[in-house]
């Protein structure tokens, strides 16, 4: 996930410079054999967004990838004011596991095979991932 952190600082700055011109869709791809807190990760994600905050968690576990275990994600939850004890009962439950899957087919149908992968306009993008090369294959937003 490293690639995905570091990624992470260029699509928050388009985003600023975009705004409203832009829409992100995020898809899951967690890939369990390199990661293995992952699955949870994308779990606790999702778990938070049944209570409006998926954006805030999805912050959090970028910023501290080292630190996914459960108790980890509990402790986030709670520092958004989240209900730790419901999106770790949630997680554990697989609650939001057939949302994630639904993602990774997804993505490999479309042919995504690492992280992160974007799409822009519908086509998957395989040029370098830095913002000047990501705006202006969005079509010279920038």
């Not at 938070?48 to 912050?59: I, K, Q």
């Not at 009962?89 to 990774?104: G, K, N, Q, T």
């Not at 705006?135 to 937003?141: H, Y």
Request: aromatic share 10%; hydrophobic share 40%.
């Amino acid at each position: 996930m490293p690639f995905c952190a570091d990624a992470q600082l260029i699509v928050k700055e388009i985003q600023q410079r975009l705004g409203d011109d832009l829409l992100f869709a995020f898809r899951h791809f967690p890939l369990t054999n390199i990661h293995p807190h992952a699955e949870h990760a994308a779990e606790a994600a999702e778990a938070a967004g049944a209570e409006g905050n998926f954006w805030g968690m999805h912050d959090i576990l970028f910023e501290n990838q080292a630190a996914l275990d459960d108790e980890d994600l509990a402790t986030y939850a709670a520092g958004l004011g989240l209900d730790g004890t419901r999106l770790i009962r949630e997680v554990a439950s697989s609650v939001y596991a057939p949302r994630i899957r639904d993602d990774f087919k997804s993505g490999v149908r479309g042919g995504v095979n690492g992280t992160p992968t974007f799409f822009i306009n519908g086509e998957r993008y395989d040029g370098k991932v830095d913002l000047e090369h990501l705006l202006g294959a969005s079509g010279g937003f920038a």
